[in-house]
């Protein structure tokens, strides 16, 4: 059995994580954008070239070298081009881990340098989608990849000794599609976020932030979180940090005051029940396409690199309040029941017809 040593180089318990780690967590929580901050914390290069790596990019392949400069050199031409941006060549000439470094520090400098990254973040979103859309394949096959990253990373965990109990990974069925988008006001395919889903169930509520916080070093970066797809009705994000020491002192240097989460609660199910606890989120997530996929491509394909992203939902619970989730009206069996209420009477009878006044 792996003792818990050998594994704390890479696990953060919560008196380890830093500034970065928790504004990172902190975006998962209230599903914010990166487009509104205007500095990043990295500490070392290490942590910058691991970002860049849950970006599905490589600082060591040179390939990936070349693409990161190619994105660089696109934002830095959009800025130019549009705002009449003025860049020091240090910034422009910099490499995407040292950009990051600069967008950490203060000054000019780190200004351009956080502008420049922000519009990167948009290219290389746009270009990995379009790739996805190019390709000859299907869902079912781009969802496999998708589980076969998730499997491996949550894998390495559960055998390292993580304090997770519980991971069920799984993919909408076709039933279950078309009662969700019935019930829901916009019935569109579009919006169906949970095609392919992941539940995580740790031991206790402290270890939530340290497996998001390892899940956006190896799985997903959190610049890739979908802004406004995240509930977070488990933990109270102030109240949280205030309750324990090393966390208060980090969270007084947050960009964004730790008091915008009090009046930020946002519950996006009107069939989950008020007492209905959990952390849940939606990302993006990158996927390196394998050789022989990329050959399925089309002329011109190359150009928008090796990555595309598959919109995947993540939930996070501790075990204590997954066992609450199962009393009463915040059950699963009672959500689905409410949802098949809503579908039926929405089918038989539409919209509700306005109730007429009284006669007089």
């Avoid at 998962?28 to 990295?42: K, T």
């Avoid at 829901?184 to 169930?201: G, S």
Wanted: aromatic content about 8%.
């Amino acid at each position: 059995m792996t003792h818990r040593s050998e594994v704390d180089s890479d696990y953060r318990t919560l008196d380890r994580l830093g500034l970065a780690d928790l504004e990172a967590v902190r975006l998962v929580l209230r599903g914010g954008s990166v487009i509104d901050w205007h500095r990043l914390n990295f500490e070392s290069k290490q942590d910058a070239a691991e970002l860049v790596r849950a970006l599905e990019l490589d600082p060591e392949i040179d390939s990936d070298r070349e693409r990161m400069n190619e994105i660089r050199d696109e934002a830095i031409s959009y800025l130019r081009r549009n705002y009449d941006f003025p860049i020091p060549k240090p910034v422009a000439n910099s490499e995407l881990t040292d950009m990051l470094l600069m967008a950490s520090g203060r000054g000019h400098r780190s200004l351009c340098a956080c502008t420049i990254l922000k519009v990167m973040h948009i290219i290389h979103h746009l270009a990995g989608r379009e790739l996805l859309f190019m390709l000859p394949i299907s869902d079912q096959e781009v969802f496999a990849l998708v589980e076969e990253k998730v499997y491996r990373v949550i894998g390495g965990m559960l055998a390292h000794g993580f304090p997770i109990l519980e991971f069920i990974g799984g993919r909408k069925n076709k039933d279950s599609l078309l009662t969700k988008l019935l019930s829901k006001p916009e019935t569109l395919a579009a919006n169906i976020y949970d095609k392919v889903r992941f539940r995580i169930v740790t031991r206790g509520p402290d270890e939530i932030f340290s497996v998001v916080n390892y899940m956006l070093r190896h799985i997903f970066p959190f610049n890739y979180v979908i802004p406004g797809q995240s509930t977070n009705t488990l933990l109270h994000f102030r109240s949280y940090c205030d309750a324990h020491p090393h966390l208060r002192e980090l969270a007084r240097n947050l960009q964004i005051s730790a008091a915008h989460e009090d009046n930020n609660v946002r519950v996006d199910n009107r069939f989950s029940a008020d007492t209905y606890r959990v952390v849940h989120f939606v990302v993006d997530l990158p996927v390196r396409l394998p050789p022989e996929m990329a050959k399925q491509a089309p002329t011109g394909a190359a150009a928008l690199g090796p990555v595309v992203f598959v919109q995947t939902e993540f939930q996070i619970i501790d075990r204590g309040s997954e066992q609450q989730n199962e009393l009463g009206e915040a059950s699963h069996d009672a959500y689905k029941e409410r949802q098949k209420r809503a579908v039926m009477h929405r089918l038989k009878v539409g919209i509700d017809p306005p109730s007429r006044p009284p006669r007089k």
